[in-house]
C-alpha cells in the first residue's frame, strides 16, 4: 500500500488534470512497458502526462515491488541499519520512498534523474513525507555519470536497466557497486529481458566478489532454463485515480518483478526460495524451491515438519528445509 502521505500528495497532483489525456498517457505508458521500451529509441516518459500517468499507474507498482525487496534484505541482514542512500534513475522517487519506509534509519538519501519533469514531480511528492525524505537531495544528471558517486550504504536501482544499452549498464553497475558501502538493490520488471537484465547483473556483481542476500539461496549458476525466468508476485491497492485512469474494475494488481540483492558483507542466505505458487491440495503441498542443489518439487504433507511452514509459504517466501522433526 503507497504511504498515506504519497497517496494524498499524489491525488492533489492529480485532481483537475485532464483525465482523457493522463488515460491515453496511461494507455501509452502500458504499451511502452509491455514492448519492452529498451527496444525503441523514444524515452520511456515523454512529456508533462506521462509524468503524471506514471506517477498515478506505475509508482504504486515500482514503490511496491522495491518495498517487497527490501523487506527481504531486512529479514536476510537484520543487522543492516543504514543511514545513506543513493538512488539511481529515481524517476518520482519510488525507490527511496521503498526504503525509507523499510529502514527508519535511512537520513540521508540522494536521487539521481535525468528527466527534470520526474525529478519535480518527486520532489514536491517527498514534501509529504518524513523529514529526511522532505530533505532528500536529487540531482539532475544522465548516467553512467563521469563523475564519482560517493558512497552509500544502500544503493537501489529501481526499473532502469531496461532502459540502457549494453555499455551504459555496464558502466551503471560497475558505478553503482563502487559507491556501494552496504548493500545494492537492482530491481526490473518480472519479465524474460527484465530477468535477463537482473541475471546479467548477478553475474558481474558476483565476479566483484558480491554476497548475494536475496532471492537466490547460493551464488552459483542459476539453475533456471532458458525458456523459464525467476520472478515473484507483489499485490498492489489501486487508487482510485488508478483504476479510472486504466479503466480498470479490479481493487488491485499484482506487480511482477525480478530482483537481486547483493552485500559488502556475507548474510545468512535462505536455504531454499519458493519459486512459484504453491499448490495446495487436500492434505498435502506441493513446493517448487530453488535450492543450493538445483530446482527441486518436494511434496509436504500433513504430518512432515515443514507442513506448518508450508501452509504459510508464498510464492517469493524464503524457505527453512532442515526442520528439526519434533
Ligand atoms: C521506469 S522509470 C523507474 C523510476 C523509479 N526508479 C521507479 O522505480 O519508479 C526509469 C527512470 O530511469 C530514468 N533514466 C533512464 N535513463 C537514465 C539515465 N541515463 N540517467 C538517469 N536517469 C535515467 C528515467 O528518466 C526514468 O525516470
Redesign the pocket.
Known amino acids: 500500500m503507497l504511504p498515506p502521505a504519497l497517496r494524498v500528495a499524489l491525488e492533489r497532483e492529480l485532481t483537475g488534470t485532464d483525465q482523457q489525456r493522463l488515460a491515453a498517457a496511461a494507455s501509452g505508458l502500458s504499451e511502452r512497458?509491455r514492448e519492452g521500451?529498451s527496444r525503441t529509441t523514444a524515452?520511456?516518459?515523454q512529456n508533462a502526462a506521462d509524468v503524471l500517468a506514471?506517477a498515478a499507474t506505475?509508482?504504486p507498482?515500482?514503490?511496491g515491488?522495491?518495498k517487497a525487496a527490501c523487506a527481504e534484505i531486512a529479514q536476510r541482514q537484520p543487522s543492516f541499519q543504514p543511514s545513506t542512500q543513493l538512488?539511481?534513475?529515481?524517476?518520482?522517487?519510488?525507490?527511496t520512498w521503498?526504503a525509507s519506509q523499510t529502514w527508519p534509519s535511512l537520513h540521508q538519501h540522494q536521487l539521481?534523474?535525468?528527466?527534470n519533469t520526474?525529478?519535480q514531480l518527486g520532489q514536491r511528492l517527498m514534501q509529504a513525507g518524513p523529514t529526511s525524505l522532505q530533505q532528500a537531495a536529487w540531482q539532475?544528471?544522465?548516467?553512467?555519470?563521469t563523475n564519482n558517486l560517493g558512497s552509500y550504504d544502500l544503493v537501489?536501482?529501481?526499473?532502469?536497466l531496461?532502459?540502457?544499452n549494453a555499455t551504459?549498464r555496464q558502466q551503471?553497475l560497475t558505478q553503482a557497486w563502487q559507491a556501494t558501502s552496504g548493500v545494492l538493490l537492482i530491481?526490473e520488471p518480472g519479465t524474460p529481458r527484465g530477468f535477463e537484465l537482473i541475471l546479467a547483473a548477478r553475474a558481474f556483481l558476483l565476479e566483484q566478489q558480491a554476497h548475494l542476500i536475496a532471492p537466490c539461496p547460493h551464488q552459483q549458476t542459476c539453475p533456471l532454463q532458458a525458456n523459464d525466468w525467476c520472478h515473484f508476485a507483489t499485490r498492489i491497492e489501486r487508487t482510485r485515480f488508478h483504476r479510472s485512469l486504466k479503466g480498470a474494475e479490479l481493487g488491485y494488481e499484482d506487480e511482477k518483478s525480478s530482483y537481486v540483492a547483493v552485500s559488502r558483507q556475507a548474510s545468512q542466505r535462505a536455504q531454499a526460495r519458493v519459486i512459484r505458487h504453491p499448490l495446495h491440495q487436500p492434505q498435502r503441498i506441493q513446493l517448487q524451491l530453488c535450492t543450493p542443489q538445483g530446482l527441486i518439487s518436494p511434496t509436504i504433507n500433513k504430518r512432515d515438519a515443514q507442513w506448518k511452514q508450508a501452509r504459510k509459504a508464498e510464492w517469493g517466501d524464503s524457505f527453512e528445509l532442515n526442520l528439526s522433526q519434533d
Open positions: 512497458y521500451h524515452p520511456f516518459v506514471y506505475r509508482m507498482a515500482t514503490l515491488a522495491i538512488d539511481l534513475g529515481a524517476g518520482t522517487g519510488a525507490g521503498a539521481i534523474e535525468r528527466e520526474m525529478l539532475q544528471a544522465n548516467l553512467p555519470n537501489t536501482i529501481g526499473y532502469v531496461g532502459e540502457l551504459q551503471l530491481v
